[in-house]
């Protein structure tokens, strides 16, 4: 089954960190580019970061520049998102995704993926 699941979402203080991990099940990672989105309550959801296939291009939106830190394991087939200095206004669900595309310049636009995880909850609060 082709699925991707996130994980690594949780509460904390502002100024801490998280690690989100993607597991990619049912696809050849190195094969594809990844994507990290994310949607806060009431706004749309947007792109945060994307690696593309062959892992040497990353893009990042520009508020989590220097911040957050995109990452893959292929042999264990996940994605990883590595986020610092985390302030409330990054609180959200993030997902990830894939269009299942053969890139050499990642994606950040939600209308191409065809394949999302169902999500994890990121809150930043004292």
């Known amino acids: 089954q082709v699925q991707l699941v996130e994980s690594g979402g949780g509460l904390v203080q502002p100024g801490g960190s998280l690690k989100l991990s993607c597991e990619v099940a049912?696809?050849?990672?190195?094969?594809?580019?990844i994507a990290w989105f994310r949607q806060a309550p009431g706004k749309e959801r947007e792109g945060v970061s994307c690696?593309?296939?062959?892992?040497?291009?990353?893009r990042y939106a520009d508020s989590v520049k220097r911040r957050f830190t995109i990452s893959r394991d292929n042999a264990k087939s996940t994605e990883y998102l590595q986020m610092n200095s985390l302030k409330p206004e990054d609180t959200a669900v993030y997902y990830c995704?894939?269009?299942?595309?053969?890139?050499?310049?990642?994606?950040?636009?939600?209308?191409?993926?065809?394949?999302w995880g169902k999500g994890t909850q990121v809150t930043v609060s004292s």
């Open positions: 995704a894939t269009d299942r595309v053969v890139r050499t310049i990642c994606s950040l636009d939600t209308r191409g993926m065809n394949l």
């Open positions: 049912g696809l050849t990672l190195r094969y594809y580019s």
């Open positions: 690696t593309s296939s062959s892992d040497d291009s990353t």
